[in-house]
T-cell receptor
Framework: AQRVTQPEKLLSVFKGAPVELKCNYS??????LFWYVQYSRQRLQLLLR??SRESIKGFTADLNKGETSFHLKKPFAQEEDSAMYYC?????????????FGKGTHLIIQP | EPEVTQTPSHQVTQMGQEVILRCVPI?????FYWYRQILGQKVEFLVS????????KSEIFDDQFSVERPDGSNFTLKIRSTKLEDSAMYFC????????????FGQGTRLTVV
């Protein structure tokens, strides 16, 4: 079965400092990974996906198949980055598709 | 920009009562999902729905749960006899089928069972 692990429940960094939110996965198939973000009182929204290799709001994430990781990084944190971040794995097979989420990391950016 | 909408935003119900949570997915999407998030815990998959039938369900999705697409636009989650532990945020999501599919989430319905 697929699994997504986010080891840090809470991460607090100062504004301007680098940020790295860790995500590890286990999946027997070819992984498709995503980062979702939930700002205070807002809906879950897609931040970025590994397949597009894009940078959104200064965040990047590289899929490392050898380490089965998809860590989210930003070189200089901003206060508006404070939110819950969820790493998610899209799985398919047997006629079923779905997303498996990690437990989330609460990122707090201190001024 | 199209979005998934859920109603109501907050539902309070008595234990043992039936509740129906409603969702309007994005119109050209083919896959529909329900997730829940108990306070302080992670987002958990409940069920996926495609072509008018359940394609997968988790262990959480037992006989008290059911889903329906009654009229081609709404997608509902029914909980027949609510328990205290059903109190959670319920998220509906929809997506186009594809290898890089993106699930769009609704804003959630907070269900409180008292």
């Amino acid at each position: 079965a697929q699994r997504v692990t986010q080891p840090e429940k809470l991460l607090s960094v100062f504004k301007g400092a680098p940020v790295e939110l860790k995500c590890n996965y286990s999946y027997s198939g070819s992984p498709e990974l995503f980062w979702y973000v939930q700002y205070s009182r807002q809906r879950l929204q897609l931040l970025l996906r590994h397949i597009s290799r894009e940078s959104i709001k200064g965040f990047t994430a590289d899929l490392n198949k050898g380490e089965t990781s998809f860590h989210l990084k930003k070189p200089f944190a901003q206060e508006e980055d404070s939110a819950m971040y969820y790493c998610a794995l899209f799985y398919s097979g047997g006629g079923a598709d779905g997303l498996t989420f990690g437990k989330g990391t609460h990122l707090i950016i201190q001024p | 920009e199209p979005e998934v909408t859920q109603t109501p935003s907050h539902q309070v119900t008595q234990m043992g009562q039936e509740v129906i949570l409603r969702c309007v997915p994005i119109s050209n999407h083919l896959y529909f999902y329900w997730y829940r998030q108990i306070l302080g815990q992670k987002v958990e998959f409940l069920v996926s729905f495609y072509n008018n039938e359940i394609s997968e369900k988790s262990e959480i999705f037992d006989d008290q749960f059911s889903v329906e697409r009654p009229d081609g636009s709404n997608f509902t989650l029914k909980i027949r006899s609510t328990k205290l532990e059903d109190s959670a945020m319920y998220f509906c999501a929809s997506s186009e089928r594809g290898s890089n599919t993106e699930a769009f989430f609704g804003q959630g319905t907070r269900l409180t069972v008292v």
